[in-house]
Nanobody, 122 residues
Framework: VQLQASGGGLVQAGGSLRLSCAASGRTFSTYVMGWFRQAPGKEREFVGAVHWSGSSTYYADSVKGRFTVSRDNAKNMVYLQMNSLKPEDTAVYYC????????????????WGQGTQVTVSS
């Protein structure tokens, strides 16, 4: 599976962005898809994920209620809708795929995209 994230940019606090992740491969619908982020000087952290079927989603407490992960298996796409953005959401965001493993740990993910920068100004 190859992943290509896009949609990052500069936004004011309180604004919204939608990140997209395009996946290649016929088995996309069998993978748990996750979003992670890494801010300068900090470790990579889990943001959210969606079950391979789309039936369940998982979120970090820091984004719950503001961010929404979704997927379109027909288009091999996964999305991260980010609302009410805060300066502390500034980071490089990565999409990742794992084959039916738990959704929250980065080490369970098999494939990673290249990252897209999100900057939230105060």
């Amino acid at each position: 599976v190859q992943l290509q994230a896009s949609g990052g940019g500069l936004v004011q606090a309180g604004g919204s962005l939608r990140l997209s992740c395009a996946a290649s491969g016929r088995t996309f619908s069998t993978y748990v898809m996750g979003w992670f982020r890494q801010a300068p000087g900090k470790e990579r952290e889990f943001v959210g994920a969606v079950h391979w079927s789309g039936s369940s989603t998982y979120y970090a407490d820091s984004v719950k209620g503001r961010f929404t992960v979704s997927r379109d298996n027909a288009k091999n796409m996964v999305y991260l809708q980010m609302n009410s953005l805060k300066p502390e959401d500034t980071a490089v965001y990565y999409c990742a795929a794992n084959y039916r493993k738990p959704p929250r740990a980065g080490w369970d993910y098999d494939y990673w995209g290249q990252g897209t920068q999100v900057t939230v100004s105060s």
